[in-house]
């Protein structure tokens, strides 16, 4: 069995300060020291002193320099001169106050050095590093700070933090993988809860506890935890539960008992990003562990003992055996005043994810102004005429009801760039779809347009989706048939290409019953009217076999010379009639030339 709190703690109790490594002095008058140390929290100390002087109008300690903001600040404590150090840290705010009664106080408020990591919001991309990494890197980086972080299993391609402090970041991501961050004294501790470690205190009814608060809470229990993401290589949801948890031994209800009470036996984190199986794991396992040490919580008063520390175990005895036994230490308070030493232990963890606490990204619109949350409605009024000259779209936004002309909207399209990209611009009185950057009402984007049963789509959606069709306002249409294999475009006069793998065809045709068509025979020219070849330079007719010339009418040859060579024979023949003739010399010859 552990140690009492009353263990090693006979005498006065005393207790040293120090500022920047001097000790303070026992002429300062220190009323009250109270200490507060979280898991998950920045370590905080607040001194109450007495300070004032009303007849000579000063504060000596606030006007001097051993309590200046940015000061060092070291308080131990113990009993009889045997002190351990409580706290370490900076000072961060300095006050004063006065009373009715005439007293007039210093009021001093420090932090620990990570204070220095929730200050200010930075942006990071991460590339192929795990957390553990980034996380010592992030708690490095912030000036006076010592890292101890357990080393995690995903190893990210790419990690992003957006507009965030380090602070936020860096729990976020603990909790993600199932662990807990833990600020004392300059240190930064990334840690698994040691849930199967022996307890550091003991502390039983009718001897050394003071007080108690204790509820057992079955409202967040599972049996068990699945992470359910999304697998971009086989498109399907990811599943991976959590892995087997060794929780500390308290109270004599289980998890699966305090579950049963809802009837609850899975609880589902899910995701839409494409998270690794060891990511899922390592997310629902922390809610897991989350859940376990939520379901007893409490808290209790003991005699001053600095050995009460956040993130270790302490037994509980005497209570009965649904309180009983081993607690996790999640909050350590030490209270000093009128020569008193109280210790209050919070044992349990808050059931909530860090990230779930609205102050963790900035707020809407960036506070500029009230955000908009979500997309909304909009109606197209204008295409032209943006006194911006940003290609921008009227638009109204009818929940907004306003008597205005609209919002101007910039387009989104697939392919935007300088000068060139795919141009489609909605119609006027179309329902769009706006969203908002950052959030601002201000700044709409037009997203895509709707249809609906006043706007209906060009075609008919069926079961198969067979058509894919592209139609502007005058009819001008180019469809896709997935079925036939065939692509149309056609206007609204009549003209049509259409390239088919159905038919094995590419036909043009046009609204005079003008026709091309390439099909396995070959080419085809058909027209109901004339059909004109015409060349600047050469025509050239040629084929593998026969050449076929053929009119209903006459058939003219007519050029400057005219040319016919047969590599075998030449028949020239007229059922009526034939002529040769020529205004100059005709010239009939060859190895014998007959004439009838």
């Known amino acids: 069995m552990a140690d009492s709190p009353a263990t ?45 002087d009303m007849p000579q109008n000063r504060f000596s300690l606030s006007s001097g320099e051993l309590f200046k903001p940015g000061n060092t600040l070291t308080i131990a404590a113990g009993y009889a001169s045997q002190e351990q150090v409580l706290f370490e840290g900076i000072i961060i705010r300095h006050g004063i106050s ?16 990570a204070i220095g990591m929730t200050v200010a919001r930075r942006n990071n991309n991460y590339l192929r590093q795990k957390d553990s990494d980034i996380l010592s890197r992030l708690i490095r980086a912030c000036a006076g700070l010592r890292a101890r972080v357990d080393t995690t299993q995903t190893q990210h ?41 022996s307890p550091v205190l003991t502390l039983t009814y009718g001897d050394d506890l003071m007080s108690l608060t204790a509820d057992i809470d079955a409202r967040h229990q599972f049996s068990a935890v699945t992470g359910v993401g999304w697998d971009i290589k086989n498109q399907q949801p990811l599943q991976e539960k959590a892995a087997a948890q060794s929780v500390n031994r308290q109270g004599n209800l289980s998890a699966d008992q305090l579950a049963g009470v809802l009837g609850l036996t899975e609880f589902r984190l899910q995701s839409a990003t494409p998270l690794p ?21 409490g808290t209790l008063t003991c005699q001053g003992c600095a050995r009460a520390r956040i993130n270790t175990l302490i037994e509980l005895a005497g209570v009965g055996a649904r309180f009983n036994g081993h607690l996790y230490v999640g909050g350590v308070r030490h209270h000093i005043q009128d020569g008193q030493w109280l210790t209050y232990i919070d044992f349990g963890m808050p059931p909530v994810w860090s990230a779930e606490h609205r102050d963790l990204t900035p707020p809407p619109a960036a506070g500029l102004l009230p955000g908009v949350d979500g997309l909304q409605i909009g109606i197209v009024k204008k295409l032209d005429g943006d006194p911006q000259q940003q290609h921008r779209v009227q638009v109204s936004v009818p929940v907004m009801q306003a008597e205005n002309d609209g919002v101007w909207a910039r387009l989104a399209s697939y392919y935007a760039s300088a000068g060139i990209g795919a141009q489609f611009m909605p119609e006027v009185g179309d329902e769009v779809i706006l969203g908002y950057f950052n959030n601002n009402p201000s700044d709409p984007v037009i997203l895509g347009s709707l249809y609906s049963s006043k706007n209906p789509p060009p075609v008919t959606p069926e079961a198969k989706n ?92 007519a050029g400057m010379n005219v040319s016919l060579s047969a590599k075998t024979g030449l028949t020239a023949k007229g059922n009526a009639t034939a002529e040769l003739s020529a205004s100059g010399q005709t010239v009939v010859k060859g190895g014998i030339v007959m004439i009838n």
Do not use: Y
């Open 277 to 297: 199986a060891t990511a899922l794991r390592a997310w629902a396992s922390g809610q897991h562990v989350k859940s376990a040490l939520s379901r007893l919580r």
């Open 466 to 557: 067979t058509l894919k069709t592209l139609m502007t306002r005058s009819r001008l249409t180019l469809q896709f048939n997935e079925e036939d294999k065939a692509i149309t475009l056609t206007t609204p006069g009549g003209n049509q290409v259409v390239l088919s793998d159905k038919d094995k065809t590419v036909t043009l045709q046009d609204q005079n019953g003008n026709r091309v068509m390439l099909d396995s025979s070959g080419i085809t020219l058909d027209s109901p009217k004339n059909i004109t070849l015409s060349a600047r330079g050469n025509i050239e007719l040629s084929a593998g076999r026969t050449v076929e010339l053929s009119a209903k009418a006459d058939v003219t040859a």
């Open 157 to 197: 391609d790419e990690l992003v933090q957006f507009n965030c402090t380090d602070w936020d970041f860096l729990l976020t991501r603990a909790e993600a993988n199932g662990l807990v961050v833990c600020n004392d004294d300059g240190t930064v501790a990334v840690t698994a809860p040691p849930l199967s470690a």
């Open 98 to 113: 006065l009373g009715g009664d005439g007293h007039s106080r210093l009021r001093i408020e420090c932090r620990d050095n």
């Open 8 to 52: 090693r703690s006979n005498g006065v109790v005393t207790c040293t300060i120090k500022s920047n490594g001097t000790e303070i002095g026992n002429a300062i008058q220190v009323l009250s020291i109270h200490i507060c140390k979280q898991v998950n929290h920045i370590a905080r100390a607040e001194l109450t002193i007495q300070d004032g």
